[in-house]
């Protein structure tokens, strides 16, 4: 099993601003996966960390506007940049999904005014 | 590409009734199945799992059977509690281990 820890654990934000969101595991862990969940949504993957490698990002999220860290096995940031209220989401940590467990941190509510 | 599809909730039952979330998948190989909740205010957990045909995933007095035949992996359980009131999510793992997620479905049940 993983224990990850997110924070912060939520945040209010002015619009123009950037928030770094970290995700600490108690684990070494290869892939480090961050979801957004808007409210009454489903989680929408925003990219594949993988340890000394860019981060991989899905189709309608770009480097730009959610850089990503992963300077080890067992750490990440994700940074959302430039922020508009449209950001205002529940930004999620995972780590190592697939065929067994995955494992979230408790996510980082985040509101743009 | 690979989907999951679930049933729209709000989902209100009163406490003891029997539970049905549908969910249904479409996927290319043999995907692993899941299903994920989330309580108020935590974060997502795993509740079960299957990993291939006709495996029966159960904890928590929930259980799901992986129907390859008919693409399902329907919820279920005899007698649901308040404390069950929750958010379910039907997942699946592609043949690249990434995490498909149905819409989730929130269950409210009232004593």
């Known amino acids: 099993s993983a224990v990850i820890s997110q924070k912060p654990s939520r945040d209010i934000c002015q619009r123009g601003t950037s928030l770094t969101i970290q995700c600490q595991v108690d684990s070494q862990v290869t892939m480090m996966f961050w979801y957004r969940q808007q409210p009454g949504q489903s989680l929408t993957l925003i990219a594949t960390?993988?340890?000394?490698?860019?981060?991989?990002?899905e189709s309608g999220f770009v480097i730009d506007k959610f850089p990503i860290s992963r300077p080890n096995l067992t750490f990440s940031t994700l940074t959302v940049s430039n922020m508009s209220p449209e950001d205002s989401s529940i930004y999620l940590c995972?780590?190592?999904?697939?065929?067994?467990?995955?494992?979230f941190g408790q996510g980082t509510r985040l509101t743009v005014v | 590409g690979d989907s999951v599809t679930q049933m729209e909730g709000p989902v209100t039952l009163s406490e003891e009734a029997f539970l049905t979330i549908n969910c249904t998948y479409t996927a290319t190989g043999y995907p692993s199945l899941f299903w994920y909740v989330q309580y108020p205010g935590e974060g997502l957990q795993l509740l079960l799992k299957a990993t291939k045909a006709d495996d029966k995933g159960s904890n928590k007095g929930f259980e799901a059977t992986y129907r390859k035949e008919t693409t399902s992996f329907h919820l279920e359980k005899g007698s649901v509690q308040v404390s069950d009131s929750a958010v379910y999510f039907c997942?699946?793992?592609?043949?690249?281990?990434?995490?498909?997620w149905g819409a989730g479905t929130k269950l409210i049940i009232k004593p």
């Open positions: 995972s780590v190592d999904g697939g065929s067994t467990e995955a494992f």
């Open positions: 960390a993988n340890q000394g490698s860019e981060a991989t990002y």
């Open positions: 997942a699946l793992a592609d043949s690249n281990y990434q995490l498909i």
